[in-house]
């Protein structure tokens, strides 16, 4: 598929904000020799956090937190809710990940 219709678009869009050099300015950092895998813990602590703020974000939208009505809130989203299982294991499993992500990266 072309892309040849999105480029003037894009090329607007840099004009007006300069988002390429944002990019490449965050992007593009020139890495020193012998650097491994551990020096992308504190990104990937950074995307989980940013999975887990918007799974909450969702999960907060449909849950209920009254000791009535808290369990059914929750079997309403595994069962009724397009998504709502995956969103709320995304959701728990991200955290026991954060904790495991955020000791290695203090490591």
Same mark, same amino acid.
């Given at each position: ?7 003037? @678009?894009?090329?607007? &869009?840099? *004009?007006r904000t300069g988002y390429r =050099?944002? $990019?490449?300015? %965050? @992007?593009?950092?020139? &890495?020193? *020799?012998?650097?491994?895998?551990? =020096?992308? $813990?504190?990104? %990937? @602590?950074?995307?989980? &956090? ?8 969702? $999960? ?36 026991s990940v954060i904790v495991l ?7």
């Amino acid at each position: 598929m072309s892309r040849a219709w999105l480029d003037p @678009l894009l090329d607007w &869009l840099d *004009h007006r904000t300069g988002y390429r =050099f944002a $990019l490449t300015h %965050l @992007l593009d950092e020139p &890495l020193p *020799h012998g650097v491994g895998w551990f =020096f992308t $813990l504190g990104a %990937l @602590l950074l995307m989980l &956090l940013s999975v887990q703020a918007a799974s909450g974000v969702v $999960l907060m939208m449909y849950y209920v937190p009254s000791p009535d009505f808290a369990w059914d809130s929750v079997r309403m989203i595994i069962e009724k809710v397009q998504f709502g299982r995956i969103d709320r294991n995304l959701h728990a499993f991200g955290a026991s990940v954060i904790v495991l992500v955020a000791a290695l990266h203090l490591l």
